[in-house]
């Protein structure tokens, strides 16, 4: 610690977006506590597959190495996927890792694994103090440090706090930071997939008469299945039995890419709601993750925009010493990532609201895909700003030291 008493950071939230900030931290030698409710709970190696899976970017991947954290995933636990296919009306894209010189386009990984493999870094690492289970019970905010007082009496001060505490955040609301919501009436429905053929590391999308519908590469060869859909719908959809389900997912699939349905595991129906703070950051306070933004998961952005922040902020704090005061590194962070925050939630925000102009709407769709098809710069453009690995790079570079 800087002195006996005050961390450099402290985090509330210590999901995949606050891990990863309290290892970079620690990484560029700063002091952390980290509080959670709850630490996350153990995924064995024998666990079934979770519901809750993410695209992870290569730009995050490499974050994530960068942090010492990558190696923990398992590799029989993730899927890459390095052609990813884009349909709508009659319009079609096709993205090739190949053809932009990567490996793979993204990665499937539960939410959980990387959890594990995070938390599994961190507790190795003396410069992080873990505060888990911990529930926040006061948060002062004082002219030259942050108190966090915890519900068993016990009081953490630093030089700035970490807001990575999800979309109701209890930091942002603290820091007395605004957030404009958009209730989509959608939830997305997710579920595991068994297909005829095995998915063979491809994401597929279809921009269906209900909503997005995307089917992501597990491990094998089954596939991840996210479909935001109206209210009503997920109601009728979460109802019926498996049979009516796969017969309807086939329907508005219009031409399954993996053959015929064969079974699907649980349903799961997540409300959605875009959600955007401004700014980022109020004096030694700042947002991350969730709690800086949400997004639609049709572009599987969310995650991937909470570890860009991560990025940031070890770039915004490069050189800062403990005993200045960091507001006005925080306020650079803030413009950086809000900039980036309203371009790529907007983007993906337009796109999903091309749902409300009916087929007029899905043909504009089709018909922009089919020009990007035709396009190589668009596509380029399109990748290099999906992948990520330009947000991450001089990040990861203050992070080799
Ligand atoms: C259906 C769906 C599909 C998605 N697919 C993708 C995808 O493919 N790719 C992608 O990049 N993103 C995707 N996302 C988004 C992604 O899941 C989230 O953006 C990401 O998990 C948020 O991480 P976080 O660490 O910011 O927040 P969270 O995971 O919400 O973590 C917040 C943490 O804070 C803790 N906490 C909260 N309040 C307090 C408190 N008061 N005191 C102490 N601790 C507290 C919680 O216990 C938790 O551990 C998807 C989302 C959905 C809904």
């Not at 959809?237 to 079974?263: K, Q, R, S």
């Not at 050189?319 to 200045?324: E, F, I, M, V």
């Amino acid at each position: 610690m800087t002195d006996n008493e005050t961390f450099d950071a402290l985090i509330i939230g210590g999901g995949t977006v606050g891990a990863a900030a309290a290892l970079a931290l620690a990484r560029t030698g700063r002091e952390v506590a980290l509080i959670d409710r709850k630490p996350p709970e153990e995924h064995p190696e024998d666990a079934p597959l979770d519901p809750r899976v993410v695209a992870v970017s290569p730009g995050s991947k490499r974050l994530l190495e960068a942090l010492g954290a990558w190696r923990h995933v398992r590799p029989a636990r993730i899927a890459a996927y390095a052609d990813m296919q884009v349909v709508a009306g009659r319009g079609k894209v096709h993205f090739r890792a190949t053809e932009h010189g990567l490996a793979a386009l993204g990665r499937i990984s539960e939410l959980p694994e990387l959890d594990q493999a995070l938390w599994r870094e961190m507790k190795k690492r003396r410069r992080i103090s873990i505060h888990a289970p911990a529930d926040v019970q006061n948060i002062d905010v004082e002219d030259d440090e942050i108190t966090v007082t915890l519900a068993d009496g016990q009081t953490l001060a630093g030089r700035m706090l970490l807001g990575a505490d999800g979309a109701k955040s209890r930091v942002r609301a603290a820091a007395g930071i605004e957030a404009t919501m958009h209730h989509y009436n959608q939830r997305a429905i997710v579920a595991h997939l068994a297909t005829e053929q095995s998915n063979p590391g491809t994401a597929w999308q279809r921009f269906t008469d209900l909503g997005p519908l995307a089917l992501l590469p597990l491990p094998e060869g089954r596939s991840s299945l996210v479909w935001s859909v109206h209210d009503d719908e997920a109601d009728r959809l979460m109802e019926m039995g498996e049979e009516a389900f796969l017969e309807i997912l086939t329907e508005h699939c219009v031409e399954p890419p993996f053959g015929a349905f064969t079974a699907t595991g649980e349903r799961h129906a997540l409300p959605l709601i875009r959600r955007q703070s401004k700014p980022l950051a109020a004096g030694r306070i700042a947002l991350l993750g969730d709690a800086a933004r949400s997004v639609h998961p049709l572009a599987g952005q969310g995650l991937n925009l909470g570890l860009a922040d991560v990025a940031a902020l070890v770039e915004a704090l490069d050189g800062w010493q403990s005993k200045q005061d960091p507001s006005d590194r925080l306020a650079r962070y803030s413009r950086r990532r809000w900039s980036d925050s309203v371009l790529v939630a907007g983007g993906i925000h337009a796109i999903n609201e091309t749902r409300t102009l009916g087929e007029l709407g899905k043909h504009a769709l089709g018909a922009g895909f089919t020009a990007m098809r035709f396009a190589r710069p668009a596509r380029e453009i399109f990748v290099r700003r999906a992948c990520g690995l330009d947000e991450v790079r001089k990040a990861v570079g203050i992070l080799a030291g």
